[in-house]
């Protein structure tokens, strides 16, 4: 006869077992901000916990995976030691980007940063257009509107050219328009692949919300495009309006970037691609390409950016449309506070994203009280992610000041060192700032409680997002 007590004891005994093994297995290689969250998720609904534990709890791929990422090392090893030149001045920010990311900085680069959307959309066509060997594309949304069907369309003439086209686009950001976009691509013979394909019979994958989330277009492995701006309309999501910066760079660190994308290509695909040897321009302009992500096993972008803010000694400034920090960073910015450095973050007033939003707000009070500069972006989503200390050393790329990027997603920054670069991207910093409303701690502490109460509650699981 089924007795109802038994399977109460039962029950109680697995949320119980469940409790003592996490909490032994959580903290183990677990940031402390993201084990605390698991381990209150755990302490009250241990069984839902342990579920979503298994599906997303591990920011790390499964031995499969790495072994095949193992086999891409010796290409982009090859590549790294085509790149290194002794009589570049090599500072430790360079030296502790080599580490991460692998490649050394380079000189004989020319860059240009583009605001504008279209006209960046144009200079890629432009670029594809003039190709004269191949042309490689990564980006995390492409969608089958009218900017994707642009850049179709110029792939398509590189195509019938002759020129060696291949495209990788990410499941989870392309997924609304993903089966018409592979159409469209194939329909213009272009052989494109979606990347980290969600299924959940491919769970081997240690969770499925991994994510490739670095934005590249690159020709003949001598002139690339690299930023925050996908393969969409600027208006792609209801009532939100995108801004963007992307840098057209020409010289040898396209021949890094193109050895990220065979590392990305090998996985999806295990076709081996050689990357094009260095092409270095007349300029001097020192150039540095770092891709970070679970596959490198060390959280890359979060380590540089702190870095960065530890070696500030005037001026700070942060955009990101995503602000979920770290207490590493948080940390870091708390002290170049005290040390007199002005520090500046430029978020957004627009939101796309709700619970995102209502857990950066969580940390605005302590941003600001530290004495850290709050400045909201007006009437578009500013989605740049780019950073620049002491208007010397700057990053554009694709990756947000958040847990997500520095932990989950596959990112690719591109660092540069003084010269026309530092000072072309300060001057737009000013535009984003002469464009944005200054958060008071004043103003920010008046909202209302019910606000509180949910960036609070967002908060807590803020690690896991």
Known sequence: MFDASHLTLFYLLAEWAIRLVMIVVIPLRRPPEAARSWLLLVLFLPIPAFILYRLI???????WRRNRFAKTEPERARIAQRLWDPDIPQSRLSLLAEALGGFPASAGHRIELLTDYETSIRAMVKAIDGAETRVHILTYIFADDATGQTITDALSRAKRRGIEVRVLFDALGSRPWAEKTKAMLALAGIEARVVLPFRFAALRRARGDLRNHRKLCLIDGRLGFVGSQNIVDRDFRPGVVNDEL????????IAALDAVFASDWYLETREELSALPPVPTEQACVLQAM???????????????VEMVHSAEQRVTIVSPYLIPDQALLTAIGNAVARRVRVDIVISSVVDQRLVSLAQRSYYDELLASGVRLHQYRERLLHAKNVLIDETV????SSNADVRSFVLNAEISLIFYGGEASSSL???????????????????????KSARLAENLARLVSPLL
């Open 291 to 305: 891709p970070s992500g679970p596959d490198f096993g060390t959280p890359g972008y979060e380590r540089l950016l």
């Open 394 to 397: 700057g990053i554009v790329g």
């Open 57 to 63: 709890g591990r920011a790390s791929f499964p031995t």
């Open 246 to 253: 992307v840098a057209r760079v020409e010289g040898p660190c």
């Open 426 to 448: 300060s001057a737009i910093h000013e535009a984003y700032l002469a464009s944005s409303d200054v958060l008071t701690l004043q103003e920010w502490r008046s909202r209302p």
